[in-house]
């Protein structure tokens, strides 16, 4: 009995525990709704009290364009010659260095080989022969010709000294003419530069073994007081050049070309502008682009052949709508902006658009027309059916801002 009454009190004890625990949990499940009902409540009035903010916008207006376009090109002067020997025979003497300026007709190299000097004196050797024969030959028809004046011989004996004659001299104009042959190949030891310009490498040195089969040239002398720009074009580039250039001819539309200017590798442009030349006749079947040559002053020998360099072709554009960088967001590789509605709602307009040389600006080639009113500030915070108070600007204000 005593068990029973001690287990009936704790029993008591554990329900008083309970319900108090009950009522404490029911309060504050109370407390947080009254908690989450203000703050749903007091969003909503922040909500209505947010008024539409100024966005300022500029007016769309369609009109020609100028942008550069980018081409990688390869400079090359306007003379390479390469210097290569006509005879066999080993480097004596090397007069220039490496990238030295030299003028035309100036020695560059010496080429030893004894059997040229050889023939040479041969040839000489045989000419004086030929000469005393001739002499000799000579003086047997003036001692023949009056004897048979005279009668004292006959007249055979004239025409064989004049026989004799004619075949000495016939000697001497050989062996004058291999004396020549021996000169002309002597002279050959001695290269001299065919054009003015800057002496590439020197793979051989003094004592190096060269002959005519050498695949190597002895160097290159390149004229580079004016540089060729060689850039490659693909098919649609080249007619929307033709389309552009003034002129009924290949020729007219070229000289009418405007002015190009060249960006070197280290992203600095050069001071010279230059002025395309040529261009190929037929399009090359391996790569479909046609071969374009553009020519640059180069009064300070700044360029050399052989350097890399990218040629700035300027591309005019019409009928576009220049509107800011600043103005458009990109995502997923597409440009967008926003234009703002009889309503005052903006909405996302998809665009294409064209880099253009200031950096600051986008030329839109569809997506806009004329009268539209893009926002050019904010876009970042801005998303469909936002209501603003629009401010209108101009496209100068916006970029004198940056």
Same mark, same amino acid.
Request: with cysteine.
């Given at each position: 009995?005593?068990?029973?009454?001690?287990?009936?009190?704790?029993?008591?004890?554990?329900?008083?525990?309970? $319900?108090?625990?009950?009522?404490?949990?029911?309060?504050?499940?109370?407390?947080?709704?009254?908690?989450?009902?203000?703050?749903?409540? =007091?969003? #909503?009035d922040e909500k209505k009290e947010l008024p539409p903010?100024?966005? !300022?916008?500029?007016?769309? #207006?369609?009109?020609?364009?100028?942008?550069?376009?980018?081409?990688?090109?390869?400079?090359?002067?306007?003379?390479?010659? =390469?210097?290569?020997?006509?005879?066999?025979?080993?480097?004596?003497?090397?007069?220039?260095?490496?990238?030295?300026?030299?003028?035309?007709?100036?020695?560059?190299?010496?080429?030893?080989?004894? !059997?040229?000097?050889?023939?040479?004196?041969?040839?000489?050797?045989?000419?004086?022969?030929?000469?005393?024969?001739?002499?000799?030959?000579?003086?047997?028809?003036?001692?023949?010709?009056?004897?048979?004046? #005279?009668?004292?011989?006959?007249?055979?004996?004239?025409?064989?000294?004049?026989?004799?004659?004619?075949?000495?001299?016939?000697?001497?104009?050989?062996?004058?003419?291999?004396?020549?042959?021996?000169?002309?190949?002597?002279g050959y030891t001695k290269l001299y530069s065919p054009?003015?310009?800057?002496?590439?490498?020197?793979?051989?040195?003094?004592?190096?073994?060269?002959?005519?089969?050498?695949?190597?040239?002895?160097?290159?002398?390149?004229?580079?007081?004016?540089?060729?720009?060689?850039?490659?074009?693909?098919?649609?580039?080249?007619?929307?050049?033709?389309?552009?250039? =003034?002129?009924?001819? &290949?020729?007219?539309?070229?000289?009418?070309?405007?002015?190009?200017?060249? &960006?070197?590798?280290?992203?600095?442009?050069?001071?010279?502008?230059?002025?395309?030349?040529?261009?190929?006749?037929?399009?090359?079947?391996?790569?479909?682009?046609?071969?374009?040559?553009?020519?640059?002053?180069?009064?300070?020998?700044?360029?050399?052949?052989?350097?890399?360099?990218?040629?700035?072709?300027?591309?005019?554009?019409?009928?576009?709508?220049? $509107?800011?960088?600043?103005?458009?967001?990109?995502?997923?590789? #597409?440009?967008?902006?926003?234009?703002?509605?009889?309503?005052?709602?903006?909405?996302?307009?998809?665009?294409?658009?064209?880099?253009?040389?200031?950096?600051?600006?986008?030329?839109?080639?569809?997506?806009?027309?004329?009268?539209?009113?893009?926002?050019? =500030?904010?876009?970042?915070?801005?998303?469909?059916?936002?209501?603003?108070?629009?401010?209108?600007?101009?496209? !100068?204000?916006?970029?004198?801002?940056?």
């Amino acid at each position: 009995m005593y068990l029973i009454n001690k287990f009936e009190r704790l029993f008591e004890n554990i329900s008083k525990k309970l $319900v108090f625990m009950r009522n404490i949990a029911l309060s504050f499940f109370v407390v947080l709704g009254l908690l989450t009902s203000c703050s749903k409540s =007091e969003n #909503k009035d922040e909500k209505k009290e947010l008024p539409p903010q100024p966005y !300022q916008y500029i007016v769309a #207006k369609s009109g020609p364009a100028e942008n550069l376009t980018q081409y990688p090109a390869r400079l090359e002067g306007v003379e390479n010659v =390469e210097i290569r020997p006509k005879i066999d025979g080993f480097v004596e003497k090397i007069y220039i260095d490496e990238g030295s300026q030299v003028s035309k007709g100036q020695l560059l190299f010496l080429i030893r080989n004894p !059997q040229y000097e050889q023939s040479v004196l041969a040839a000489q050797a045989t000419v004086n022969s030929a000469r005393a024969a001739v002499a000799t030959a000579q003086m047997q028809v003036t001692k023949t010709k009056p004897l048979v004046d #005279k009668k004292i011989i006959s007249a055979y004996e004239l025409q064989a000294a004049e026989l004799a004659l004619k075949s000495a001299k016939a000697s001497l104009a050989e062996t004058q003419a291999q004396l020549t042959n021996a000169q002309v190949n002597q002279g050959y030891t001695k290269l001299y530069s065919p054009v003015s310009g800057v002496v590439g490498t020197l793979p051989y040195k003094a004592g190096s073994y060269i002959s005519t089969a050498t695949a190597q040239p002895l160097t290159t002398v390149s004229n580079v007081s004016k540089i060729f720009a060689y850039f490659s074009i693909n098919e649609k580039q080249q007619l929307d050049f033709f389309k552009h250039s =003034e002129g009924a001819t &290949i020729k007219e539309k070229l000289k009418n070309s405007p002015l190009v200017e060249l &960006i070197l590798s280290d992203g600095s442009k050069y001071d010279e502008k230059g002025k395309i030349e040529s261009i190929s006749g037929l399009v090359d079947p391996n790569t479909g682009s046609f071969s374009m040559r553009a020519t640059f002053a180069n009064p300070k020998g700044l360029l050399r052949s052989g350097y890399s360099a990218t040629v700035q072709l300027p591309n005019n554009l019409e009928d576009v709508i220049i $509107v800011p960088q600043a103005a458009t967001y990109e995502l997923q590789g #597409k440009f967008f902006v926003y234009l703002i509605g009889a309503d005052n709602k903006v909405k996302s307009a998809e665009i294409k658009v064209e880099n253009l040389p200031d950096g600051l600006t986008y030329a839109v080639t569809s997506g806009l027309k004329a009268g539209d009113k893009v926002v050019v =500030e904010g876009v970042g915070l801005l998303k469909d059916e936002t209501v603003v108070v629009p401010k209108e600007t101009t496209l !100068q204000n916006v970029i004198n801002r940056k």
